[in-house]
């Protein structure tokens, strides 16, 4: 069965330097999303992405992120000048209509 | 803000039980979805409900829908030590476009 593929398992980096996260989404998939979980708490939601272009963010997704769809396989999470509260795990997601839902197994980011 | 609640925040019971979890939320919904996730993994859709929908079924799992409270149950039945796992309803707003805004979820422990 096709799966999302999110690289890294695990990131650790220090305060102040950018991360990209990357995801490669179901092949036929539309719609993209991140998501973020702290500690196995809440699941926030970031962005949705659909037809090149942002269509939802949250106000987490502020200017320290960024998102890409580089080529036709991958779509990829940029944050900028990562603080310490930005360590969670974060989610890649993707669909063929806008929901369900298909997600990866995440990429835990550690901020030092 | 249509983040969702879950309650109890943690359940435990013995193989075979049943299991009810709870899902509150705040806005309007187009529908509804229940997620499973195992510890340390991603999300995993089981099953969704419309906003014109009051019950649905699959498998061992029945949804309920009340737009009138705002709420929404899943019932697992005849439940299994490998139902043990995270379960957080999703929301999508009848004004969103591409966001689903999950709750603080449940976690289910079934004791063998």
């Known amino acids: 069965e096709p799966e999302v593929t999110q690289t890294p398992s695990h990131q650790v980096t220090q305060m102040g330097q950018e991360v990209i996260l990357r995801c490669v989404p179901i092949?036929?998939?539309?719609?993209f999303y991140w998501y973020r979980q702290i500690l196995g708490q809440k699941v926030e939601f970031l962005v949705s992405?659909?037809?090149?272009?942002?269509?939802?963010k949250s106000e987490i997704f502020d200017d320290q992120f960024s998102v890409e769809r580089p080529d036709g396989s991958n779509f990829t999470l940029k944050i900028r000048s990562t603080k310490l509260e930005d360590s969670a795990m974060y989610f890649c997601?993707?669909?063929?209509?806008?929901?369900?839902?298909?997600f990866g197994n995440g990429t835990r980011l550690t901020v030092t | 803000s249509q983040q969702g609640e879950e309650d109890p925040q943690a359940l435990s019971i013995q193989e075979g039980e049943n299991a009810t979890m709870n899902c509150s939320y705040k806005t309007s919904i187009n529908n509804l979805q229940w997620y499973r996730q195992n510890s340390g993994r991603g999300l995993v859709h089981l099953i969704l409900i419309r906003s014109n929908e009051r019950e649905k079924h699959s498998g061992r799992l029945r949804v309920t829908l009340d737009t009138s409270k705002k709420s929404s149950s899943l019932l697992i039945t005849a439940s299994r030590a490998a139902d043990t796992a995270s379960y957080f309803c999703a929301t999508e707003s009848t004004s969103g476009t591409y966001k689903y805004i999950f709750g603080t979820g449940t976690r289910l422990k079934v004791l063998a």
């Open positions: 997601a993707s669909s063929e209509a806008p929901t369900p839902l298909h």
């Open positions: 092949s036929n998939h539309l719609y």
């Open positions: 992405f659909y037809n090149n272009e942002i269509s939802e």
